[in-house]
T-cell receptor, first 115, second 109 residues
Framework: DSGVTQTPKHLITATGQRVTLRCSPR?????VYWYQQSLDQGLQFLIQ???????AKGNILERFSAQQFPDLHSELNLSSLELGDSALYFC??????????????FGPGTRLLVL | KNEVEQSPQNLTAQEGEFITINCSYS?????LHWLQQHPGGGIVSLFM???GKKKHGRLIATINIQEKHSSLHITASHPRDSAVYIC???????????FGTGTSLTVIP
């Protein structure tokens, strides 16, 4: 158990809908990262937050947004869902944001299926 | 264009064998990560390296910054090592993460 929790574990929804994925980092970790893993594209970095502020942005679509709240939990919002958004979404956390503090602890993932 | 290349893609070994997985990258980095993903999907961070060598149990990771290359070694491999091993780098411009496509390892008893 990494100490990172993600809800829900599974989500089935329809095209055009909007969903929210939630992540609670390990106690004491200030950074939260979001990743997407699909069969055809592998793991992709979406976005990182550090202590409530956006720290780095990857291949995150405009239809997707994220935020980190004062209690450090984070939410990833996916809207106008398309079939291609079906994937495993992982959240990870680390103590800090510098290279030496970035050993990441991964949550179990949320499996999203868009029908 | 892949910023991170791993080899081999697939690897089958007999229990007890010494295993090496290679990772080459093309961007300047602040850190390199080796991840392990089990068949159930969970991901575990094995190492984070910015220079030199790290060892944890039977696993050893090395990095050569000048050659932009890293290796993950598993000594005395065991069936429980069967997993996908993923190399990832954190670029030193823009703080992007780039991932290799993974090496699928099967260790046969």
């Amino acid at each position: 158990d990494s100490g990172v929790t993600q809800t829900p574990k599974h989500l089935i929804t329809a095209t055009g809908q909007r969903v929210t994925l939630r992540c609670s980092p390990r106690s004491g970790d200030l950074s939260v990262y979001w990743y997407q893993q699909s069969l055809d594209q592998g793991l992709q970095f979406l976005i990182q937050y550090y202590n409530g502020e956006e720290r780095a942005k990857g291949n995150i679509l405009e239809r997707f947004s994220a935020q980190q709240f004062p209690d450090l939990h984070s939410e990833l919002n996916l809207s106008s869902l398309e079939l291609g958004d079906s994937a495993l979404y992982f959240c990870a956390s680390s103590v800090g944001s510098s290279a030496t503090q970035e050993t990441q602890y991964f949550g179990p993932g949320t499996r999203l299926l868009v029908l | 264009k892949n910023e991170v290349e791993q080899s081999p893609q697939n690897l089958t070994a007999q229990e007890g064998e010494f295993i090496t997985i290679n990772c080459s990258y093309s961007v300047g980095i602040s850190a390199l990560h080796w991840l392990q993903q089990h068949p159930g999907g969970g991901i575990v961070s094995l190492f984070m390296l910015s220079s030199g060598k790290k060892k944890h149990g039977r696993l050893i990771a090395t990095i050569n910054i000048q050659e932009k290359h890293s290796s993950l070694h598993i000594t005395a491999s065991h069936p429980r090592d069967s997993a996908v091993y993923i190399c990832a780098v954190r670029s030193n411009t823009g703080n992007q993460f780039y991932f290799g496509t993974g090496t699928s390892l099967t260790v046969i008893p």
